[in-house]
């Protein structure tokens, strides 16, 4: 089983289409995995099990998604105009942004915004930054967030 083409189109069902799989996101971002695995299968998914999904998760090196019961959800990266509610917690006392260098410029001039996602995505260690400024970038710039200090200030 294709598992990067299998992860990218649940992605962009629970990130960015939900309306188009037929399926509606609870106020944290949860949608009825029955209901998913329907529309995959509509898609082409043949056979597609709960267990598939769950292997996917399992081999992934990026935590995209989280199953819980008849429930699955996408962690990060939603573009859908209803605000997927997260419970704060307060962070460690620094995380890291991979970006493009390119970017820096404007990063400097406005601060880090989400550009047309929900959240800025952080990491809590300079290899996973690394890894997502590479998506944009072959030699990205990773930045230092001082995370606790600004959650004090409630930032």
């Known amino acids: 089983m294709d598992y990067k083409r299998l992860s990218k189109q649940i992605s962009y069902a629970l990130r960015h289409a939900p309306w188009k ?17 329907l529309a995959l299968q509509a898609r082409g ?7 598939d999904l769950q292997q996917m998760i399992r081999l992934s090196d990026k935590k995209r998604f989280e199953i819980a019961g008849d429930k699955i959800r996408a962690l990060y990266g ?8 997260r419970e704060p917690v307060p962070p460690p006392e620094v ?36 890894e ?3 998506r944009h970038d072959p030699r990205p710039v990773v930045l230092r967030v001082n995370a606790k200090r600004a959650w004090n200030e409630g930032i």
């Open 45 to 51: 998914w043949r056979g597609l099990t709960a267990v």
């Open 132 to 134: 997502v400024g590479k």
């Open 95 to 130: 995380l890291f942004h991979g970006t493009a260098r390119r970017f820096v410029p404007s990063i400097r001039e406005k601060g880090l915004l989400p550009q047309g996602r929900q959240y800025v995505h952080l990491s809590v260690d300079v290899d996973t930054a690394l």
């Open 21 to 37: 799989y037929g399926l509606e996101l609870d106020r944290e971002g949860w949608a009825d995995l029955r209901q998913l695995l």
């Open 78 to 85: 939603h573009s859908i105009p209803q605000r997927i509610a």
